[in-house]
């Protein structure tokens, strides 16, 4: 059984568009989302939680259709959203007295272990905490009520880089027994090189490509030449550099010819969303 399955989601608003967007996680992974601001992954997660009103396609968690069986399906998911505004003169222990009577499945004992793990004082006033340390009980929130789907919308956000290790060490473990599964929204990329299976890249309102992380990779070359040998190549990149050196870019792999002599490696995850970004090539 899939744990996600995004069919031909299609959103139009007067400056944006959110075209055909399909893709599925299979139960036990966690899928990277990644794209540039403004590329369509907030518009994506509000329609996977029904927060929006789409026109067209549908959703399916854990096999069922989210549009009709929504009550039930949100017990299943747990969502974490980086720079989520809480009523901030509330207490953490007042504000999850209230959150937790939504849900039929709450733990009260794994809810104190995140708090512990976190390091979050249930007595201090969400105005007290820093950015890093709501997102952490937003995660503590979303962890804490037996969720078979989690949607993490820049969870490590305002982390220094050992919180940020811990959690990505924390995401694999939950997602080890094959019964959780968590879809990442991210811009550092460099979290999703430690721990995602699978990544979904959207540009421009569309699906570029969805895969396993080391496939989706090695779908593209970063090239490195000289002047000469970018004429050779330079219809079909997708966007280069030209510098002192000469260029480097990107290129998908289907249209790379090792005869040409470029010296070509696959590139990382940010490389290849940097390059996407630049809707034309540019000289730097």
């Avoid at 396993?212 to 779908?219: D, G, L, R, V």
């Avoid at 966007?239 to 870019?249: E, I, L, M």
């Amino acid at each position: 059984m899939l744990a996600l399955d995004i069919r031909n989601i299609t959103k139009r608003y007067p400056d944006f568009q959110l075209r055909d967007v399909s893709f599925q996680l299979e139960k036990g992974y966690i899928m990277g989302f990644i794209g540039a601001n403004g590329a369509g992954k907030t518009t994506t997660i509000k329609s996977i939680m029904n927060m929006i009103h789409t026109d067209g396609g549908e959703v399916y968690i854990l096999g069922k259709n989210m549009a009709e069986h929504e009550l039930e399906l949100k017990q299943e998911i747990g969502c974490a959203f980086g720079g989520i505004d809480f009523y901030t003169r509330s207490r953490i222990k007042t504000l999850t007295d209230t959150i937790k009577k939504f849900f039929t499945r709450w733990d009260d004992a794994a809810y104190q272990s995140y708090l512990s793990r976190f390091k979050l004082n249930e007595n201090k006033k969400i105005a007290e905490l820093s950015m890093g340390m709501k997102v952490k009980y937003s995660l503590a929130l979303a962890l804490s009520h037996g969720a078979k789907l989690l949607i993490l919308d820049e969870p490590t956000s305002g982390l220094d880089p050992v919180a940020r290790d811990d959690l990505l060490d924390l995401f694999q473990e939950l997602v080890t027994d094959g019964e959780i599964s968590i879809l990442f929204s991210t811009h550092i990329t460099s979290d999703l090189e430690k721990c995602a299976d699978f990544i979904t890249f959207i540009a421009d309102g569309q699906v570029v490509k969805s895969a396993e992380k080391e496939e989706f990779k090695e779908s593209f070359l970063l090239l490195n030449g000289n002047e000469t040998q970018l004429g050779l190549v330079k219809e079909r990149m997708i966007a280069y550099k030209v510098n002192s050196f000469g260029f480097t870019g990107l290129i998908r792999s289907a249209d790379y010819h090792s005869s040409s002599g470029i010296k070509a490696v696959t590139p990382s995850l940010e490389d290849i969303m940097i390059y996407f970004a630049k809707k034309e090539p540019a000289h730097v």
